[in-house]
């Protein structure tokens, strides 16, 4: 089953994925590291030049080099399961973003699969993985 455990984390879940999303939209820094709990590790293994960054401090540095790349973006992302087991969850999510980049309007789609714990009552990301399924423009 793609969406189990208590209803009340799978919504503080959705939330967690809705404020990372409104955070990069809005190319909000400190917005977005508020997603991170302090030992969370960001994969990238389509990008091998980047791939896996570890600790809050280094995957926000990372995160805000990258958003150059990326003006003007606008970053959806949903979810395709979360599965809650205490305060420990499994989530598999979907982005779609839009920008433009040297006169071309791109259009990226991808699937993130995620470990998400609960510290002190908030959900955090604690890892995320990255990977590609559509590139357009």
């Known amino acids: 089953m793609p969406f189990t455990g208590p209803t009340e984390d799978r919504v503080a879940i959705r939330e967690l994925l809705e404020a990372y999303a409104d955070a990069v939209t809005r190319c909000n820094a400190e ?11 960001w994969s990238l293994p389509d990008y091998p030049e980047i791939g896996t960054t570890k600790g809050k401090a280094a995957v926000v540095a990372m995160w805000i080099e990258a958003m150059k790349a990326y003006p003007g973006i606008v970053f ?10 205490g305060n420990r969850a499994i989530v598999r999510s979907y982005t779609s973003e839009v920008y433009d980049k040297d006169g071309v309007t791109k259009r990226d789609r991808g699937r993130y699969e995620d470990i998400c714990i609960k510290i002190s009552g908030k959900w955090l990301f604690s890892s995320r993985s990255f990977r590609n399924i559509h590139r357009q423009g």
């Open 31 to 41: 917005d977005w590291a508020a997603t991170w709990a302090e030992d969370g590790e």
């Open 76 to 85: 959806q992302a949903w979810p395709g399961s979360i599965e809650v087991d």
